[in-house]
């Protein structure tokens, strides 16, 4: 029986996000139309581009590992109740804390010491950046939104000040790191797939993707099974009934704050010890945003995450082909579209609702029926 | 001597003018936020409104056309606004990013489709712009000691929106302390259920609130792409927006002290530019990365309460939901 206003489950998370997506891509789609060029052309090729063939693939699932990252980090926010609006900057300081493992470590120590202390560095980094705000939010009073965001660009003068001044490569112009030794690279998926004998093309699709697919199953763990996600989401839902629970919502402000942090953190992960091999400006290019869309648009849930995640990896791959494809169309295009996900997925998310709830709602039981 | 009052002259000229948009977005987002809504959104609108107001100015070759174009689509983006955060409650910051995102995609999307320029805007000539007013005897004055260079180089030789920017501090002023709507706006952001109570629309209020900070960040727009230069390009905001919501922040959701953050920050980027590469007597040579962050970092000092306690409206952030 649902109550008055409330749609069925299967509504809700279901049909409801599937209309807000369509409505996303109609509205998309007008623009296209607008600028004179074919929609259903244009999605073709996308979808080509993505998934057509295997370079394609490798570069949609490279960019997934990015979102998947920074989706998750804004979930587990989002179920503390926080809006972790830093993920761009926590992901840009996390790749410093990979990369200066890396420079610290490479040639010394073996691949297998040089992994794990690589995650945490940028774990920790990642965190790190979090944590500040997260406490300024839990004992000062100060709105995580704005110091999130004061934070993005506090990270991004601090890398150009390191890369212009102390990590760049002497004798060189470009404000970069010398290049990881080649041991501590992440392996290639198309080595790794060459190493048990399948042939696949080259593309930046690392190891780093299955790193993901893992802080999804452990995310998800750690939020529905553990104490930790129990309070996380506790004080997320109601945090003065958290207080009479027993929890110290400021500590869990923090906690998520940090795990969110750290979880951006990772991309560098896949952009710096996976792709880049070396540290430079601005290889978060955005993710940190699309961590956003993608949480978004996949509900908070690991398995909606991985899903949302793979529809922008998409949409990203995709969008690189519309600028060989098309004359008036770009890349450009899949901002468009992320930033109709987000207000149609996020900000309108109800908009339907009261309508659903109209078609399916089933009427209450009439009093001779129960007789 | 007369040569580094000269600069410093100037350094205050060129902040002033690097200031004008962030005061224009930081009056904006002081009507929104008073009003119980977060505007995260400043930057978009100030993004859009910057094209919009260069495209048109390009094909119609009217500067004033252009303002016109900036401001109704930038109050449409602020309608927008409005119906997902004030109609249909949705989460404000959430829709802010929206907008933001939708703005950085669709200016260049529309500017490479219509003008062919890898998302500029054709260079607008000078009868296409809002061009410097030189005052009146600027140029005699000028040997009168002190005052005269003020005038010539401080005071004159703006363009109109510099000037209006300026105004547009003590109306805010005005309108929020003075007259019946602002007491309203500032009520409906403390406690909307009390308005309400009075029998004063929350809805029509807010979407008033959210309304005047289109039209602000439509002038802001206007004067990034047709005033302080001569064509849209990409992403010209950079940041200018989140740069005037800190401002406004700091500056305590009043629109005095919010103007002299903006001048601050606009002073800091002014000095940043001349300090690259200086080294200062006693201090060596300052980061200019620093100088650049320093306006995020002193708005985080203040969030945390260092210095004095910035206290935001009450009900901000808020969807109001009437009782039934």
Known sequence: ?371 | MADSWLLLLLTLDATLRVATPLIFAAMAGLFSERSGVIDIGLEGKMLAAAFAAAAVAAVTGSAGLGLLAAIAVSMALALLHGFACITHRGNQVVSGVAINVLASGLTVVLGIAWFKQGGQTPALPDSARFTPITWPLADTLDAVPVLGPIYKELISGHNILVYAALAAVPLTWFIVYRTRFGLRLRAVGESPAAVDTAGISVTGLRFGAVLACGLLCGLAGAYLSTGHSAAFIRDMTAGKGYMALAAMIFGKWRPWPALAACLLFGFLEAVAIRLQGVALPGLGEIPVQLIQALPYILTVVLLAGFIGRAVAPKAIGLPYVKER
């Open chain 1, 1 to 371: 029986m649902t109550a008055p206003g409330e749609v069925p489950r299967w509504v809700d998370i279901g049909l409801i996000p599937l209309i807000n997506i369509t409505a996303a891509f109609l509205v998309s789609g007008l623009v296209i139309l607008a600028i004179g060029e074919n929609p259903i052309e244009a999605l073709t090729v996308m979808l080509r581009g993505a998934f057509g063939y295997q370079e394609g693939l490798g570069y949609t699932l490279y960019y997934t590992t990015n979102f998947i990252f920074t989706g998750l980090a804004v979930a587990v926010a989002f179920h503390a109740g926080l809006f972790n609006i830093g993920g761009e900057g926590q992901a840009y300081i996390g790749g410093l804390g990979v990369g200066l493992v890396c420079l610290a470590f490479d040639g010394a120590l073996p691949f297998a010491l040089v992994l794990p202390i690589a995650v945490l560095g940028g774990a920790a980094f990642g965190g790190a950046w979090a944590v500040v705000p997260a406490y300024l939010q839990a004992y000062r009073g100060s709105h995580i939104v704005i110091t999130t965001i004061m934070f993005n660009f506090i990270a991004s003068a601090l890398m150009v000040y390191l890369l212009v001044n102390v990590l760049i490569q002497p004798g060189q112009m470009s404000p970069e790191s010398r290049e990881f030794v080649e041991d501590v690279w992440l392996p290639f998926m198309h080595e790794m797939l060459g190493w048990v004998g399948i042939e696949v093309t080259r593309s930046p699709l690392n190891a780093s993707f299955l790193f993901a697919l893992i802080c999804c199953g452990l995310v998800w763990a750690f939020i529905w099974r553990t104490g930790w996600g129990y309070a996380i989401r506790a004080t997320g839902h109601n945090e003065s009934a958290a207080v009479y629970a027993g929890i110290d919502p400021k500590r869990i402000i923090v906690l998520s704050m940090c795990l969110s942090g750290g979880l951006a953190g990772l991309v560098g992960l896949n952009e710096i010890m996976g792709v880049q091999h070396r540290l430079l400006l601005n290889f978060t290019a955005g993710y940190g945003f699309t961590g956003i869309a993608v949480a978004l648009m996949g509900r908070n849930h690991p398995v909606g995450i991985v899903l949302a995640s793979l529809l922008f990896g998409a949409l990203y791959q995709g969008g690189a082909e519309l600028d060989f494809e098309f004359a008036t169309i770009t890349r450009d295009l899949v901002l468009v579209i992320q930033g109709l996900v987000i207000l149609f997925s996020g900000a309108l998310a109800y908009m339907f609702n009261p309508i659903m709830a109209r078609w399916f709602q089933r009427p209450a039981p009439s009093p001779e029926a129960t007789e």
